[in-house]
C-alpha cells in the first residue's frame, strides 16, 4: 500500500505564487511516475504535469511557463512551483503516483484559490 500527503495549498492574489509538496510512503517501485492533477468545480480532472523518476518531464499547455513540478527521488517527494497564478487555476489539487501502467495512487487532494 502506498499512502500520499499533499500540503502547500491555499488562497493567493492572481499573480501570485505557492509551493505544493506531496509525500509518498510505503512499497514504492523505483521507477515510477509521479504527478499532479486538478479538479474545479463542475470540470473534470485534468493533468497539470509529470516527472518520471529519471526528471522527464511534463505538462499542460495551460500551466507551461509558469509551472515548474521537479522530485526528491531519496525522499519520495515531488513538488510543484507555481508562479503567475491566474484565476482559472482555482482547484483541488492532487498528487499522484504510477508505475508499470497498472499501479496507481493518489493523494487527498489540497484546494488551490486564485482570487481577490
Known amino acids: 500500500q502506498v499512502h500520499l500527503v499533499e500540503s502547500g495549498g491555499g488562497l493567493v492574489q492572481p499573480g501570485g505564487s505557492l509551493r505544493l509538496s506531496c509525500v509518498a510512503s510505503?512499497?514504492?517501485?523505483?521507477?515510477?511516475?509521479m504527478g499532479w492533477y486538478r479538479q474545479a468545480p463542475g470540470k473534470e480532472r485534468e493533468l497539470v504535469a509529470t516527472?518520471?523518476?529519471?526528471?522527464?518531464?511534463y505538462y499542460a499547455d495551460s500551466v507551461k511557463g509558469r509551472f515548474t513540478i521537479s522530485r526528491d527521488n531519496a525522499k519520495n517527494t515531488v513538488y510543484l512551483q507555481m508562479n503567475s497564478l491566474k484565476p482559472e487555476d482555482t482547484a483541488v489539487y492532487y498528487c499522484?503516483?504510477?508505475?508499470?501502467?497498472?499501479?496507481?495512487?493518489w493523494g487527498q487532494g489540497t484546494q488551490v484559490t486564485v482570487s481577490s
Open positions: 499522484n503516483i504510477n508505475w508499470l501502467r497498472t499501479v496507481n495512487y
Open positions: 510505503g512499497s514504492i517501485f523505483s521507477i515510477n511516475i
Open positions: 516527472i518520471t523518476s529519471s526528471s522527464r518531464t
